[in-house]
C-alpha cells in the first residue's frame, strides 16, 4: 500500500491532510487484515459446503441413469407382449381363413367322393368286387391328399407361432 499516494487521494476528497505515518493507516491496515481473514474463512466454508457436490451429482446421474434404463426396459417388455399379441391374433385370423378355404376346397371334393361311392355302389351291384377295392383306394387316396394338403395349409402359420414365441 502506497500511504503517500493514499494520503493525497484522502486530501483531495476531503480537504484532511494525513502523513505516512498517521493512526489512520494503521485502522486501514488492521481492516484489511480482518478483511482478508473473513474471506478467507468464507472460502473455507464455502469449500466444504461444496465439497460433497461431485459426489452428489455423480451419485444422482447414477440414479437417473438406472431409472432410464428400466423404463427403457419396460417399454422393451410392452412392445414385446404388443407383438406377441399382434402375432397370435393374426395367426388366429389366418388359420380361420384357412378352414375357411380348406372347407370350400373339400365341397368339391366331398361331391366327387360321393360319385365315385354311387360308382362303387353301381359296380358293386353288378358284382365286381375288385372294381370296389380300386375305387375304395382311390376314394381313400383323394382323401388322404385332401387331408396332406389342408394339414400343410394349417401348418404354416402354426410353424411361424412357434418361431415367435407363441404356442
Not at 432410464?68 to 410392452?78: N, T
Amino acid at each position: 500500500m502506497d500511504k503517500s499516494r493514499l494520503a493525497i487521494v484522502v486530501y483531495k476528497r476531503t480537504g484532511f491532510p494525513l502523513e505516512p505515518d498517521d493512526p489512520a493507516f494503521v485502522l486501514v491496515e488492521l481492516n484489511r487484515v480482518a478483511l482478508e481473514d473473513l474471506l478467507d474463512e468464507a472460502a473455507r466454508r464455502l469449500a466444504e459446503r461444496l465439497e460433497p457436490f461431485p459426489e452428489r451429482i455423480r451419485s444422482s446421474g447414477a440414479a437417473v441413469a438406472s431409472q432410464v434404463a428400466s423404463q427403457a426396459a419396460q417399454r422393451v417388455a410392452e412392445m414385446l407382449a404388443e407383438s406377441r399379441h399382434t402375432i397370435a391374433a393374426e395367426t388366429e385370423q389366418a388359420q380361420r381363413r384357412i378352414a375357411e378355404h380348406a372347407a370350400k376346397l373339400s365341397e368339391p371334393l366331398a361331391r366327387e367322393v360321393a360319385a365315385a361311392v354311387r360308382a362303387a355302389e353301381m359296380i358293386s351291384r353288378a358284382g365286381t368286387v375288385r372294381a370296389q377295392w380300386v375305387l375304395a383306394a382311390a376314394v381313400i387316396g383323394v382323401l388322404l391328399i385332401a387331408l396332406g394338403f389342408v394339414g400343410g395349409l394349417a401348418a404354416g402359420p402354426l410353424a411361424t407361432l412357434r418361431m415367435f414365441g407363441g404356442g
